[in-house]
């Protein structure tokens, strides 16, 4: 049986500010990651100057050395490589295993970055909720003052670019 690959792009699952490129694969046991890039800044397909095509080679270079074969044509953006191997539960076993490690290390990562933007989201709907129900028994100027100082902080979470790594020190 011929299992087949083909390189996309996602959104970094820790820093929604980067981009990698994965190398998704439809075997035997079904769809699973075969490989992945390193992460990059700049989207893949609306930014210009092809961001992370520095990181793409690498990820092509791996994947032949896993065994898979470049095909050519079928391409609908310049990073969508497509590959294709004999089967081998073993090889797909193992993608499987480093995707799942992959995916427990970021579930750490953002536990131990902790307050991050998506909290933001949360602070600023939370800011109108405490001038909807303080209002009357606090005051409207105090209310306000407070609606604001929730908004700002929720805004600048929100807005604050991080690099994960550097947060833990890697």
């Known amino acids: 049986m011929i299992e087949t690959c083909e390189i996309l792009w996602e959104q970094d699952t820790v820093d929604p500010g980067r981009y990698c490129f994965v190398?998704?694969?439809i075997g035997t046991g079904g769809i699973y990651l075969a490989d992945r890039s390193a992460t990059f800044k700049g989207h893949p397909v609306y930014d210009q100057g092809y961001?992370?095509?520095s990181e793409l080679q690498p990820l092509v270079k791996r994947l032949v050395a896993e065994g898979w074969?470049?095909?050519s044509g079928g391409r609908s953006n310049w990073f969508?490589?497509?590959?294709?191997?004999q089967a081998d539960s073993a090889r797909e076993q193992k993608s499987i295993m480093r995707e799942q490690q992959y995916n427990e290390e970021a579930r750490e990562?953002?536990?131990q970055i902790g307050l991050h933007h998506r909290d933001g989201g949360a602070l600023i709907a939370s800011s109108f909720v405490v001038?909807?129900?303080f209002a009357s028994s606090i005051g409207w100027i105090?209310?306000?003052m407070i609606f604001i100082?929730?908004?700002v902080l929720g805004i600048a979470i929100y807005n604050k670019p991080y690099d994960p790594y550097k947060t833990l020190g890697k």
């Open 23 to 25: 190398a998704r694969s």
């Open 51 to 53: 961001p992370g095509s």
């Open 69 to 71: 074969q470049p095909l």
């Open 80 to 85: 969508n490589h497509h590959f294709q191997r």
């Open 109 to 111: 990562k953002r536990r």
């Open 131 to 133: 001038l909807l129900l």
């Open 142 to 144: 105090l209310a306000f």
């Open 149 to 151: 100082a929730i908004l």
